[in-house]
């Protein structure tokens, strides 16, 4: 772990697009520390600027200005090559939709990520079936993902991101899809599993039940943080 | 790899219909290859066969400068010891000695100019085709008179079986003329003027008396064993002939233009092979784009969880290298069933001069073994070629554009 126990840490961020000969403000002069083990949400309302941050703190997305640095490293002075490696080795991502691989079994998407890190094989089944039990998907692991329900899915969204055991966990609207019952599950499990593990977590979200069981709340408006609140 | 093999060969049967349409394609496209391949050998050696079984031979033993003065005072030397080491030679499977000298041919109607040719008729019989071409009467029997002709020449002389003709040749020693009176007894038609217009075949033996030549021969005409024979330079049957002041020379260099036609007939099927090819990329790289840009944003998932872009050009390489596989297995056997059927049945394109060759006999596509392994690694290397470009187009590809809404 970093000294300072920052995962991440951003120096005034902003990105602009040009839109048909417009510059769009995405995101504006953004200071963003994040520490390690936090449950921290950015909230704001559509077009704020979330998910547009969340992509430059992945190094999904450059920014036209300012500095990211996660886990004390510089994502600017990367090559495409060790962003790819940085982000398999230490970020773990849970999407809307949850995007799994839909010819790969449920085992062989959670050990994906293992394999591109070249985790052995027996170490991989071990660590996937650890995870699944976890999740609360033992006994689904030789299925399709098509075979599975929503929340069932977002599960193994959620395993194959943890599995690789990353220093940050980002997690795009994840109960977006879900219905609210199974959506507060899934939260109350990743509340467990961040206590349990010390993983970061950083969602971007509508979702007030998320926000409720955030331990730090960082409001977007207009690109910029309108508020940073932390609870306890 | 394995894990990308795995992950490819899913893929592809992702969208089970497009596959198989594409593979469909790609296979009829290796399958007509290997069809025109065979076909085209078929032809091949159906104009090498007609071109050489009617009278030429696969291969010609003469007197060195024969072939190019026509000399009648160059007889072959030593033809007895040549006629039977020829018997004894395991690569010739027949031979026919043969005099050869310009003559003039008399009838009571007309007069002709006409090549006499000495033939012994058993040997001749076997080896070329002039009792198979027979239209009247029969081949000769040994009869020191019969003579035989083509039927264009027997429609200038205006004769016919039994009719009397008079051959005058000029000794080879002294050029006296030398005359002899024969009897038609057989008029063949081949198709081939040449042939038809020009020739008037009369036992050896006579054929020598006429010219003065005791034993002496001009020509031995061989066929082999082995259609390919005559073909191949490394065979020791040219050396072993080619001594003495005698040469021995196969069909390629007796008709040279033959040979060309043949070898333009191999660069047809170069552009036939090109164009075939073209319809392989543009399924390939139709089938694939339409993947790729279908699961734009799942190659962006797999980009933004670690992926390098090496590892999506990969994917998609050995995708493309899947679909190949497919269309081969397709393809080679929808081009193994039609060629085998159609080798079976023959193609009847008896009576069509092709390249100035009649030809004569169906025509047999040829399967080789080289068929199913050159074009179908031709296919696969296009494949994997082809697939090369939407493969550094996705590895190109922005992670949080692929993904639109991304993170």
């Known amino acids: ?11 005034n961020v902003s990105k602009t697009y040009h839109d048909n000969g417009v510059d769009v403000h995405a995101v504006r002069g953004i200071d963003l520390t994040i520490e390690s083990g936090e449950f921290t949400a950015v909230v704001g309302p559509s077009g704020s600027g979330k998910t ?6 992945s190094g999904l997305d450059t920014p036209t200005e300012g500095e990211v640095r996660l886990d004390g490293r510089d994502l600017s002075s990367m090559s495409g090559r060790e962003l790819s490696d940085f982000r398999r ?6 999407f809307q939709a949850y995007n799994l691989i839909p010819v790969l079994r449920v085992e062989e998407n959670v050990e994906y990520i293992m394999m591109l890190q070249g985790v052995p094989r027996e170490e991989r089944h071990r660590r996937v079936k650890e995870i699944l039990d976890d999740v609360g998907l033992a006994g689904m692991a030789d299925r399709l993902p098509t075979k599975l329900s929503g929340g069932q899915q977002q599960r193994v969204a959620i395993a194959r991101a943890m599995v690789s055991r990353p220093r940050l966990i980002l997690a795009d609207e994840p109960t977006a899809n879900l219905d609210s019952r199974t959506g507060a599950d899934l939260l109350d499990m990743m509340r467990e599993l961040n206590e349990k593990t010390g993983m970061t977590f950083l969602f971007s979200t509508h979702d007030r039940m998320i926000m409720k069981r955030a331990r730090r709340v960082v409001t977007l408006r207009d690109g910029q943080i309108a508020d940073d609140e932390r609870r306890e | 790899m394995g894990f990308y093999w795995k992950l ?13 349409i594409a593979s469909v394609a790609i296979g009829i496209g290796l399958a007509a290859l290997i069809y025109s391949d ?22 010609q033993i003469h007197r060195e400068g024969y072939r190019l003065s026509r000399d009648a005072e160059l007889t072959i030397r030593h033809s007895s010891a040549l006629l039977e080491q020829l018997a004894q030679d395991k690569s010739v499977a027949r031979f026919a000695p043969r005099t050869q000298a310009f003559g003039m041919l008399t009838s009571p109607a007309n007069v002709n100019s006409v090549m006499l040719v000495g033939v012994d008729p058993e040997r001749e019989r076997h080896l070329s085709q002039f009792d198979d071409a027979l239209r009247q009467g029969e081949w ?19 004769v016919g079986l039994g009719d009397r003709v008079v051959m005058t040749v000029a000794q080879v020693k002294g050029g006296d003329l030398s005359q002899e009176m024969f009897r038609v007894s057989g008029v063949y038609h081949f198709g081939i003027r040449e042939l038809d217009t020009g020739m008037a075949l009369v036992p050896l033996s006579k054929a020598q008396q006429m010219l003065g030549i005791p034993d002496g021969i001009h020509e031995i005409a061989v066929r082999f064993h082995h ?12 050396d072993r002939y080619s001594s003495n002041g005698n040469e021995a020379a196969g069909w390629p260099e007796l008709m040279p233009e033959m040979k060309n036609v043949l070898e333009l007939t191999d660069f047809s099927m170069y552009i036939l092979a090109l164009i075939l090819a073209g319809v392989v990329v543009f399924g390939i790289i139709n089938t694939l784009f339409m993947s790729m840009y279908e699961r734009m944003f799942e190659f962006g998932v797999l980009r933004a969880v670690g992926t390098r872009a090496g590892g999506i050009r990969k994917l998609i390489v050995l995708e493309a290298l899947a679909l190949g596989l497919i269309s081969v297995g397709l393809g080679a056997l929808l081009g193994l069933g039609t ?30 073994t080289m068929q199913f392994i050159k074009y179908p690694a031709w296919v696969i290397l296009f494949c994997s070629l082809v697939g090369l470009y939407p493969a550094l187009v996705a590895g190109r590809m922005k992670i949080a554009t692929a993904m639109r809404k991304s993170m």
């Open chain 2, 8 to 20: 490819a060969w899913r893929n592809i049967f992702r969208n089970k219909r497009r596959t198989i």
């Open chain 2, 38 to 59: 065979a076909l085209i050998i078929g032809m091949k050696e159906s104009l090498i066969r007609s071109t050489t079984s009617s009278f030429l031979g696969e291969a």
């Open chain 1, 89 to 94: 080795d230490h970020i773990g991502f849970i």
């Open chain 2, 140 to 158: 000769l029997r040994g009869e020191a008179r019969d003579l035989v002709i083509g039927s264009k020449l027997a429609e200038t002389l205006e």
């Open chain 2, 339 to 368: 060629t085998a059927l159609m080798a079976h049945l023959g193609i009847d394109f008896r009576g069509i001069e092709m390249t100035g060759v009649h030809i004569q006999e169906l025509i047999y596509p040829q399967l080789r």
């Open chain 1, 52 to 57: 547009t941050f969340l992509n430059i703190i």
């Open chain 2, 227 to 238: 259609l390919h024979d005559a073909e191949n330079p490394d065979l020791g049957f040219w």
């Open chain 1, 1 to 11: 772990m970093n000294q300072n126990h920052n995962i991440v840490a951003t120096r």
